[in-house]
């Protein structure tokens, strides 16, 4: 990664792409190329912003991450330029589009995230975990064939006194949102719902309408889950049992992502 300089690069602020864990995410030009330009909120603590792109670079060799060119750094504002992928989000793909997915090239997006997500928690002694696996932090290339995780803000390396709650409450794990202990599992948790929201197209927990975060959480402790009849398509079995595998509340119960990713490529 390169510490560049701000007259190196050239975004409008109302090309705005979206919003991450930490900042608006713009579209930019830089070396005559398209980028993502992610504009840090000038209130974050500094070693938040200096995690980002470290945990971007560690996972550079892989094809199904997000790759980061350069930073700048000002006393002002800091800066990520990433790569920029035409076809947008995946959440936006499946929710405001009505473009065809089919069962097969939805199985092959489910794929490559879980790969991405298990390389991540295989990359050292402790796993690294995204915390905030969802759609929206999935982006698809215009054929929608390619798919790349990005918003790396709340990424961490597991340590036995994770208990801070991070991510989108309704992809987030029990253990998360209870502030108890966690691990690589709420990653796999987030994954059963984003699975779920694939294969049936639909918005997670569409059915709640208006409901407080405390009451929202109640119900998910009791067992409230997305509904399987809502699948699209006619899912095997053993789909369906992995998926509520994944969203299982005891996090022990839950696979390994790479048993997830051993599931979806059968």
């Known amino acids: 990664m390169n510490a560049i300089q701000r007259k190196d690069i050239e975004f ?3 090309d705005k792409l979206g919003k991450g864990s930490f900042g608006a995410v713009y579209k930019g030009k830089y070396k005559g190329k398209d980028v993502a330009i992610k504009k840090i909120s000038s209130n974050i603590e500094h070693g938040n912003i200096q995690r980002e792109p ?3 670079s560690m996972v550079r060799d892989h ?5 980061l060119y350069a930073m700048v750094m000002e006393r ?9 992928i ?10 405001k589009t009505e473009e065809e997915l089919t069962y097969s090239n939805a199985i092959n997006l489910l794929c490559q995230a879980a790969e991405a997500l298990a390389y991540l928690h295989a990359m050292s002694e402790r796993p690294v975990i995204h915390r905030d696996v969802k759609s929206l932090n999935m982006l698809v290339d215009a054929e929608r064939k390619n798919l790349k995780i990005c918003d790396f803000g709340f990424v961490r390396q597991s340590r036995t006194e994770m208990t801070e709650a991070r991510g989108t409450l309704i992809y987030m794990a029990p253990e998360v949102f209870k502030g108890k202990m966690y691990a ?12 779920w929201e694939i294969l049936a197209r639909k918005r997670p927990y569409y059915f709640l309408g208006d409901i407080s975060i405390n009451e929202f959480n109640e119900q998910i402790d009791k067992g409230l889950r997305p509904s399987l009849d809502d699948l699209e398509f006619d899912c095997p079995d053993e789909l369906k049992t992995l998926i509520q595998s994944c969203w ?13 990713v051993k599931e ?3």
């Open 12 to 14: 409008d602020p109302n």
């Open 54 to 56: 470290f945990y971007m």
């Open 63 to 67: 094809a199904n991450f997000v790759k």
């Open 76 to 84: 002002t504002e800091t800066l990520l330029v990433m790569e920029y």
């Open 86 to 95: 035409s076809g947008g989000s995946l959440y936006d793909f499946l929710h």
């Open 184 to 195: 690589a599992k709420c990653d796999v948790y987030s994954m059963g719902i984003t699975i």
């Open 248 to 260: 299982d509340k005891d996090a022990d119960a839950r696979p390994t992502m790479q048993e997830v």
């Open 264 to 266: 979806l490529q059968k």
